[in-house]
């Protein structure tokens, strides 16, 4: 090489000219070195995140909503009244939540409010819900009280049989 540099001018007369140094054909290999000290391996921790609940679907054909607990004049007020229809125990889910949409139960078959917040007006009728029929009325505490509500709601249950 150090002779294309003294004589390369003398071959060319006097042009200029320019040499490049070309690199050489190698290929560089970087040689990472591990320790001999075994490594432990760490799994990925999950993270269990909750999920905020969604208010369930019921899941029988027959739905009460209930405002609170029941006290035990309410219960046997109930009980009368689902005995009087044919309801026995567990054909029926007491619930304390209105559901989001009635028409996405695609099951029910009668939905009892028996919530003072969602009665409409002071005359109880039946709603067609899909398949299935809904009454609101005024919740258990007041039917005991006032016989002409109790009188309407059970005319309205003995249509709905």
Known sequence: MEIEKDYLAQ???GDQLFVFQEKEDSNEYII???DTV?????EPQEEIKSKPEEPKTPQKEVVILVSE?????????????LKAINIEEGQYEIIQEHPQQLKSIQHL??????????VQSSEYSILK?????????????????????????????????
């Open 129 to 161: 819900i899909n398949k299935g029929n809904a009454i609101y009325a005024h919740d258990l505490a007041e039917l005991n009280k006032d016989s002409s509500k109790k009188l309407m709601l059970w005319n309205l249950l003995k249509t709905v049989v």
């Open 109 to 118: 078959k009668l939905f009892l409010s028996f919530h003072n917040q969602f």
């Open 38 to 42: 075994a490594k432990t391996v760490q």
């Open 32 to 34: 990472e070195q591990e």
């Open 69 to 81: 607990n029941l006290e035990n004049p309410e219960k046997e007020t109930l009980n009368k009244l």
């Open 11 to 13: 071959l060319f007369d």
